[in-house]
C-alpha cells in the first residue's frame, strides 16, 4: 500500500472524528434553542396570567387587591428572571454557533483534502498500469527482434 493510500485512509478517519464532533455541536446549538423556546413558551403563559390578574375586576377588597398586585409582582420577577436567562442563553448559542462555523469549516477542508488524496492515488494507479503496459510492449518488442 503506497504512502498516499496509508495517508487517504488516516485522512478520511479524520474526518470522520471531525464530522462526529461538528454533529456533537450542532445538537449543542439545537439544545441551547430548545431550552430557549421552552423559556418563551413558559413567559408568554406567566404574561397571560400576568395580564388575567390585571384585567381582573372582581377584587371586592384592599386584602384581594393587595394580594392581586404581589401576584403581578412575584409574575413580573419571574419574567425578568427568565429575559436574564435567555440573554444567557443567547450569548452561548452565539458561541456555540461560532464553534459550530468553525468545525464547518475545518470538515470541509479535511473533505477537500481527502477527495485531494483520492485523486493522486488514482493517478499513482494510473501511472504504474502505464508503466506495466510500456514495459510488456518493451518485452513483445524486445521478444519479436530475436
Excluded: P
Excluded at 43 to 61: I, P, Q, W
Amino acid at each position: 500500500m503506497s504512502q498516499t493510500h496509508l495517508k487517504w485512509k488516516r485522512m478520511r478517519r479524520v474526518h470522520g472524528l471531525e464530522s462526529g464532533r461538528l454533529t456533537a455541536l450542532v445538537a449543542e446549538v439545537v439544545r441551547i434553542d430548545t431550552y430557549r423556546n421552552r423559556l418563551a413558551d413558559h413567559r408568554a403563559s406567566l404574561l397571560s396570567m400576568r395580564d388575567a390578574s390585571l384585567s381582573n375586576e372582581n377584587l371586592s377588597t384592599i386584602e384581594l387587591r393587595c394580594q392581586n398586585n404581589r401576584w403581578i409582582d412575584q409574575i413580573n420577577e419571574q419574567v425578568i428572571t427568565i429575559d436574564r436567562k435567555d440573554a444567557e442563553l443567547q450569548q452561548l448559542r452565539e458561541q456555540a454557533e461560532k464553534r459550530v462555523m468553525d468545525q464547518r469549516t475545518k470538515v470541509r477542508g479535511l473533505e477537500i483534502l481527502v477527495d485531494q488524496l483520492k485523486h493522486e492515488i488514482r493517478l499513482e494507479d494510473e501511472s504504474e498500469q502505464m508503466l506495466i503496459a510500456d514495459e510488456s510492449a518493451l518485452q513483445d518488442f524486445q521478444g519479436s527482434k530475436s
